[in-house]
């Protein structure tokens, strides 16, 4: 009885198989008949994008955010439809470290057959998947990344940069400590990140201050795993410095700030790198000076509130800038595959080199330069308010207006063609 019962619940008798072909093959024929898309493509032809970001180590807090902002995109999108009909299928995995980056980066494209990557906070990281995205002529989105060297010396045809490189961060934390009279005669002691971000930071920062009056007297290399900054307060101490300048990196400039409050030293402190959520984790009463970012939360603009206002909705807390920036970065490339109608890798470039606009939620719209792929866009300084005017916990940062000005050109402190190392 088992038998005949499973028999006919399964009806695999070679007649039946080729009904069921029959009607199968009919409608498809009838979809193409109709100029629609087959039953077959319609369910496996998802766009497949591969993502990478730091989930641990001292990016861990920072990547959190960023894979936040992108899912959120993704499921806007697909909700409204996808894009070209199509849904977005997004791989998002932790990148871990440089050469971890790269392995995945290639099983995305071999194994997975995604169409772009996108990600990445670590310079040395973006890197590695920068290289392998050239290999293989696949489109790199490197958002999170801001080390000179990737639009200089290292860049490439498939990697665009969405995020302000080091140049602009000093410049645009620059502008602020000029006003102050912080830097013109001034002598100054760095801490610096011994990766290749803190590298770049390091060279562009003691080339700003140098053409601006100040010394540098000191610049200690520090490992992207320590923790304890003990003997560098000591250090500082020492040498006495009228300013001290940080070129560190994610969570390292929380712990730095923190105990540095703690130390009770009352030397200005400024840097050229501070995420948002690093500063709020280093509280109210810990953090000073002067440093730049590339968004923040009260931007005023229709896009910014509406996106902060979903964000927050959605995950319980405000957004910070990595969650706006892998935002924004899945949506301009969206409007790329909108606007080609393709997800070909050589139309999608095409269409970024062209200088097109993407509205990034900012005053001003944004475009890729052609020649080196680096995002033109507004960036901020910000300091801190003065006590007792924080409203809660992560209000006590002090944004400064846009830079370059409304009038002004946004590629001003970014740097020239002429300076620049790239050749594509």
């Not at 591969?50 to 989930?55: E, F, K, Y």
């Not at 071999?110 to 990445?120: I, N, Q, T, Y």
């Not at 971000?197 to 080339?207: E, M, T, W, Y």
Request: charged share 20%; net charge positive.
């Amino acid at each position: 009885m088992q038998t005949k019962n499973l028999s006919r619940a399964s009806d695999t008798t070679p007649s039946s198989h080729r009904r069921t072909m029959l009607k199968t093959g009919a409608l498809v024929a009838g979809s193409a008949a109709l100029g629609l898309p087959t039953l077959v493509h319609a369910q496996a032809e998802k766009i497949k994008i591969g993502h990478l970001t730091p989930l641990t180590g001292f990016l861990g807090a920072l990547g959190d955010y960023a894979v936040q902002g992108i899912k959120m995109a993704v499921e806007e999108v697909n909700a409204a439809g996808g894009v070209l009909g199509r849904q977005i299928d997004l791989i998002s995995e932790d990148s871990v470290n440089p050469q971890t980056a790269s392995s995945k980066a290639q099983r995305m494209i071999e194994r997975d057959k995604v169409a772009f990557l996108m990600g990445e906070i670590n310079s040395a990281s973006a890197l590695t998947i920068s290289q392998v995205a050239a290999r293989n002529k696949t489109m790199f989105m490197s958002i999170g990344a801001r080390s000179d060297a990737l639009r200089g010396k290292d860049c490439n045809r498939y990697t665009f940069h969405v995020d302000i490189p080091v140049t602009v961060m000093v410049n645009a934390a620059g502008e602020a400590l000029l006003r102050e009279g912080l830097v013109k005669g001034k002598r100054v002691y760095a801490l610096t990140s011994d990766y290749l971000f803190g590298h770049d930071l390091s060279r562009q920062a003691k080339r700003f201050f140098s053409a601006n009056g100040a010394t540098v007297i000191g610049d200690e290399l520090v490992p992207t795993d320590l923790t304890d900054f003990s003997s560098q307060m000591i250090k500082i101490r020492q040498a006495r410095p009228d300013l001290i300048a940080t070129n560190l990196g994610g969570n390292q400039v929380t712990n730095f700030v923190k105990q540095y409050a703690e130390f009770g030293l009352q030397i200005p402190v400024a840097g050229f790198n501070l995420n948002t959520a690093d500063a709020w984790a280093a509280g109210e009463g810990n953090l000073g000076g002067i440093w730049p970012t590339v968004w923040h939360h009260e931007l005023k603009t229709p896009g910014s509130q509406a996106f902060v206002e979903r964000f927050t909705k959605k995950y319980g807390r405000i957004p910070e800038n990595h969650a706006w920036i892998e935002y924004v970065s899945m949506m301009m490339l969206v409007q790329a595959i909108k606007e080609t109608q393709s997800t070909d890798t050589d139309k999608v470039i095409a269409y970024f080199e062209s200088e097109a606009q993407f509205d990034v939620l900012k005053a001003r719209k944004a475009y890729f330069r052609s020649w080196d792929h680096q995002l033109m866009q507004e960036a901020y300084p910000f300091t801190v308010k003065p006590k007792g005017q924080a409203r809660n916990k992560q209000d006590f940062l002090l944004f400064g207006e846009a830079v370059p000005g409304a009038n002004e050109s946004l590629e001003k402190l970014a740097p020239p063609r002429a300076e620049s190392a790239c050749k594509m």
